[in-house]
């Protein structure tokens, strides 16, 4: 039985959001799912709530800060197929999830030593380093007792997620400021970073939705795949992004040492790979910077890129065959095809 939880206020009026994808809910347009996330917004902070003001306000810090809350909202139309209202236990397992991402957001922005996260300063910015990665493994361990309360399968869930997200982000790391990173380096860290969390909001959807195993199966395939298109997409825009719609500066993956698809492929180009190559394995200044940036562009680095994420697209699309809603179907359909509309086609 899960515990009764206060009701806490939702806190100060949050700042927009930097929008990545049309809103979620156009194309989702599953009514019922969107009221269920107001439901979740407050147990998010109650979640975390302990009485402590100093501590309150670290934890729920980006919180009331916003988000998307794409892995809530994969969770619970996983659960429901927007068909009825959430169960306590469907809005609790994406509380877990989105706690767990927001632990992987203080200890990533230690690391990058970020400054700005949701338009509102950092944690460790505001509260320094120590206290963030603390805050992070507080986060952590609430989601990882949410999901006790839920069950040894989800447990087992949330665990085993926590073991890709860390993997993904040693290869990270382990290969920052590296020309010699190669592509399965490269998709070991994105679909542990972003994938596995994706792919576990839709998966606990479908096991607090009580979901056979053939559907909770291709419901976990569909997170996946869309959370590898969703990289993907990402990773496109750092080098073609001159309009500034991820709210950093175009090639900044470059920059700071991290060597996307689009810029593996770059280097294995005949043409511009030597040059590219003597620039790399640094920190680059913002001329440095924007170079780098036209020589991944000058290739067929991201039209290689696109290929990628149609082939994720395609297996996502091949999962949702296996579920038996049409409304749920027709809008994570909708959903990563949004991923996709916009991004340069050669």
């Known amino acids: ?129 120590l206290v963030a990665i603390v805050a992070g493994d507080y986060l952590m361990a609430r989601s990882a007792g949410i999901a006790a309360d839920l069950g040894t399968d989800v447990a087992g869930l949330m665990a085993r997620t926590l073991a890709w997200l860390t993997r993904g982000q040693v290869s990270e790391v382990r290969t920052a400021f ?73 090639g900044q993956d470059l920059a700071e040492g991290i060597y996307n698809l689009p810029t593996l492929y770059a280097l294995a180009d005949a043409r511009v790979g030597d040059e590219l190559r003597s620039m790399l394995g640094r920190a680059l200044d913002d001329d440095d910077r924007e170079r780098a940036r036209k020589l991944v562009v000058a290739t067929d680095g991201v039209a290689r890129t696109m290929e990628a994420a149609d082939h994720y697209f395609s297996l996502a699309r091949g999962a949702l065959d296996v579920v038996p809603s049409e409304g749920l179907r027709r809008g994570f359909t909708a959903l990563i095809e949004s991923l996709l509309a916009d991004l340069p086609r050669p």
């Open 1 to 129: 039985m899960v515990p009764p939880h206060r009701v806490l206020p939702l806190g100060p009026p949050r700042p927009p959001s930097i929008v990545l994808v049309v809103n979620p809910h156009e194309r989702l347009q599953l009514p019922l799912v969107e009221r269920d996330l107001v439901r979740l917004e407050r147990l998010l902070a109650e979640s975390v709530v302990v009485g402590d003001e100093y501590l309150d306000q670290v934890t729920t810090h980006l919180i009331y800060a916003g988000g998307k809350r794409l892995r809530p909202l994969l969770a619970l139309a996983s659960a429901t197929f927007g068909e009825h209202e959430a169960t306590d236990e469907d809005l609790l397992g994406g509380v877990s999830l989105e706690l767990m991402h927001l632990a992987s957001l203080y200890h990533d922005d230690v690391m990058d030593e970020a400054e700005v996260r949701r338009n509102v300063d950092s944690v460790n910015a505001r509260y320094g380093n």
């Open 178 to 250: 590296s020309v010699a990173r190669s592509e399965g380096d490269y998709f070991e860290a994105i679909e542990g970073k972003t994938g596995s969390l994706m792919s576990a909001s839709c998966r606990i959807g479908g096991l607090t939705g009580g979901h056979d195993a053939a559907v909770t199966d291709a419901l976990t395939e569909f997170g996946r795949c869309f959370g590898m298109v969703y990289q993907l997409r990402d990773d496109i825009l750092d080098v073609v992004d001159v309009d500034n719609e991820l709210g950093k500066p175009a």
